[in-house]
């Protein structure tokens, strides 16, 4: 994932998605763009699409390497956070990011970064195995009892938890917590909102939950970082009260200090769970990747977490033995696609689709743009799932070009008939810039004469303002999930709430990410894997998901990101979880 980059005068700061697209509505897509779950934008002037390709990516990784060579010490003067960042003593950990905080209000945060922090700082009903993508109890003592029907969940509590300032926990706070994420209209809100009908303490420490209709990844939804009990005396319910820049709860964490460029968490020495490895954490924020390069390397700090350039990477990478630190390469869980609008000619022709499909060289991407450091994707579905499919690589390979003619062909396509394709990208992008132009440059040099490839850019709030209007004929963008769940990526894009096979979607996810994609048949096999209780059962209908993917290639996934993360000898315990998370209370320093 690349954070700061530079082209000439064009400079911009992302710091965790580039892109968020939408799963429902119009304004989850502005929230999620906007806010990116973790981005600050810079305003930049759009790129030039007439640079070919291997000019753009010879002058991407030259001004990437100066970034690495040149940047020099930390400047203070135009970095706050640099001049005061540096490795701790005893066993306070000092971890650098160029990622920010919004907020710490847990029903309003809905960016990676403040997620992170809640997870450490606070407590949700159900977890993960460290490790692992077990799902576990945490301020349950149980699993939940689910009823038959579905609907209804049960859950038992611990009766040996209090919150930071020493108020107990119980059933009432619980779901006064969980009603408060729902009302107060943050931007996760929805997550529970849709879905939830009641919720209520019906014991001092039993939680019943009733939902609208079943949904069989509930519980895996209960592990949201907002879902996180706050002590009903010091927070309200009513819209938009929100509580940014404090946090009272039961983690293993108290929040110390909350700052744009500080961060401090001290160890909850009342914890009830598993106590702290390290006496605290310090954590500087950075305005961009060559200072905290630069720290990290001098030795300021302790741990470097998102986000470095892809050259830094390589840097760190190379220098691990030399400069005695330690490189953590982890999955991630964030696919990027192709989108394609079928009310656009000719990709309502599926065979148009399929020849496009069968035209994209992944691992040409991967190398080109992204030095490796990124893995191809053949569906929408994450490989860290087990009921992932590469259906896309079976259906078509990579740079198929044969395929391709084929089927333009039957389209009716030829050299005296080329067909053009614009590629569309968020002007801020500069990953997706040189990932249209080496899309660009592969089609017209594997089919010349027959395919020409326009490469647009808008800026971004521009972009995902309208791509729901059915502008765009193709958009480059990514998604990264809310709950670890299957479901997370595949109802957001494959179904539609009204629409027909004539019209296509008129309103729904689909709509709202501008495939327009409407099908009866994935819209039953959506509702269906979240109706149903049995895990071999959605399995099978998530493998008919992605075959009705392959066939009609409404989206065409491209590939998933890797995570990177780097600590200095001597620290100890330094992973990202399967599920994204950081879990300091792991992370230890030796004398």
Not at 338 to 353: A, C, G, H, T, Y
Not at 462 to 484: H, Q
Request: net charge negative; hydrophobic share 40%.
């Amino acid at each position: 994932m690349i954070q700061l980059l530079h082209l000439g005068a064009m400079v911009f700061d992302i710091q965790n998605k580039e892109v968020a697209m939408v799963g429902f509505n119009r304004l989850r897509q502005g929230w999620r763009w906007f806010w990116g779950l973790g981005l600050r934008w810079s305003k930049i002037g759009p790129l030039r699409p007439a640079r070919s390709p291997l000019s753009f990516a010879v002058l991407f990784s030259l001004c990437l390497a100066l970034v690495v060579a040149c940047g020099g010490g930390p400047d203070s003067a135009s970095d706050p956070a640099a001049g005061e960042a540096g490795g701790t003593e005893g066993g306070r950990i000092a971890i650098g990011t160029t990622l920010s905080a919004r907020t710490l209000d847990p029903a309003d945060a809905y960016e990676i970064f403040p997620g992170i922090l809640l997870h450490n700082l606070g407590d949700q009903l159900y977890t993960y195995v460290p490790g692992t993508t077990d799902l576990a109890p945490q301020l349950a003592t149980d699993l939940p009892t689910i009823s038959n029907d579905g609907l209804i969940y049960t859950i038992p509590l611990r009766e040996d938890v209090t919150f930071h300032d020493g108020s107990a926990f119980n059933a009432e706070v619980m779901a006064f917590s969980i009603q408060r994420f729902m009302e107060n209209g943050g931007r996760p809100a929805f997550l529970l909102a849709e879905k939830i009908d009641t919720v209520e303490a019906t014991e001092d420490y039993e939680l019943t939950i009733i939902l609208k209709s079943p949904f069989a990844a509930f519980t895996a939804l209960l592990t949201f970082w907002g879902v996180t009990p706050i002590p009903p005396d010091q927070y309200t319910i009513g819209e938009g009260q929100f509580i940014p820049d404090s946090f009272i709860g039961t983690g293993p964490y108290k929040l110390a200090s909350f700052g744009s460029d500080a961060i401090k968490l001290d160890v909850n020495e009342d914890y009830w769970g598993e106590k702290p490895a390290n006496e605290g954490i310090d954590i500087q924020i950075f305005t961009s990747p060559a200072n905290l390069y630069n720290t990290f390397t001098t030795g300021g700090l302790d741990v470097a977490y998102q986000t470095l350039d892809p050259d830094q990477i390589v840097s760190l990478e190379e220098g691990a033995d030399q400069g005695g630190w330690q490189v953590i390469e982890a999955g991630t869980t964030v696919v990027n696609y192709m989108s394609l609008n079928q009310k656009i000619e000719p990709l309502n022709d599926v065979r148009v689709r399929q020849a496009i499909a069968a035209m994209i060289d992944r691992n040409l991407v991967n190398e080109r743009v992204f030095k490796g450091q990124a893995e191809p994707l053949y569906s929408l579905i994450p490989t860290s799932f087990e009921v992932y499919e590469p259906v896309m690589k079976e259906a078509y390979g990579d740079g198929n070009f044969d395929q391709a003619r084929e089927l333009l062909t039957e389209a009716g396509f030829s050299e005296t008939n080329p067909f053009t394709f614009e590629i569309w990208y968020p002007s801020a992008s500069t990953p997706r810039a040189i990932v249209a132009n080496t899309l660009k440059e592969s089609f017209e040099a594997g089919l010349p004469g027959l395919v020409q490839v326009e490469v647009q850019t808008a800026e971004g709030a521009t972009l995902w303002g309208n791509i729901d209007k059915g502008i765009y004929p193709s958009v480059l963008a990514n998604w990264y999930p809310d709950y670890y769940d299957v479901d997370t990526f595949v109802q957001p894009f494959l179904s539609c709430d009204q629409g027909s096979e004539a019209t296509l979607c008129d309103s729904g996810a689909s709509q709202s990410n501008g495939s327009f994609y409407y099908s009866q048949k994935a819209n039953d096999l959506i509702a269906a894997q979240r109706a149903e209780q049995d895990p071999a059962v959605r399995e099978d209908l998530f493998r008919q998901i992605q075959d009705l993917l392959a066939a009609d290639v409404p989206y065409i996934p491209l590939w998933q990101n890797k995570d990177y993360v780097f600590s200095q000898a001597g620290v100890a315990g330094v992973a990202i979880q399967p599920t994204q998370q950081f879990l300091f209370w792991q992370i230890s320093k030796g004398s």
